[in-house]
């Protein structure tokens, strides 16, 4: 009866073990531990196509920030995103946003290509130069149909 016990001890804690370093784990893959802080920049689209809350915000491949809101505006009812950047990185205002997907089934991105501006956007500025998703039903339907 003592091995018994001794076994169901070992193995509850082993797995109270596991469950332990799971949580730090995915706590620090959603930046709960490490904050980083951010500013936010609102880009205008006509189609934002997959784009979700949590999609990344890339430069040249490199992660910068995320999708971390997405609302209608009322009056033109254009697409709304808002994205949350690292304060650390200044991007000219010229730049150029690009909503663009990692190959046919990969998950869609906002891509930013830098302008050569010597003023950055700052929090809650509005981007001029916004590129929306293109579609690859749309580009089969135009080489199809027309």
Do not use: H, R, W
Not at 57 to 83: C, H, P, R, W, Y
């Amino acid at each position: 009866m003592n091995k018994k016990i001794n076994i169901e001890f070992v193995l509850g804690l082993l797995i109270l073990i596991i469950s332990l370093i799971s949580i730090i784990y995915y706590s620090s893959k959603i930046n709960i531990l490490n904050k980083v802080d951010t500013f936010q920049v609102n880009s205008s689209f006509f189609d934002i196509g997959n784009i979700n809350i949590g999609n990344d915000v890339k430069i040249k491949g490199v992660k910068i920030g995320e999708v971390s809101g997405i609302s209608l505006d009322q009056e033109n009812f254009m697409a709304i995103i808002t994205s949350s950047i690292d304060q650390s990185i200044k991007i000219p205002n010229d730049s150029i946003f690009k909503i663009s997907n990692n190959g046919f089934i990969g998950s869609p991105y906002i891509e930013i290509e830098l302008g050569v501006s010597e003023e950055s956007l700052k929090s809650n500025d509005y981007t001029n130069n916004n590129i929306d998703a293109v579609s690859l039903e749309e580009i089969i339907n135009n080489f199809i149909f027309k």
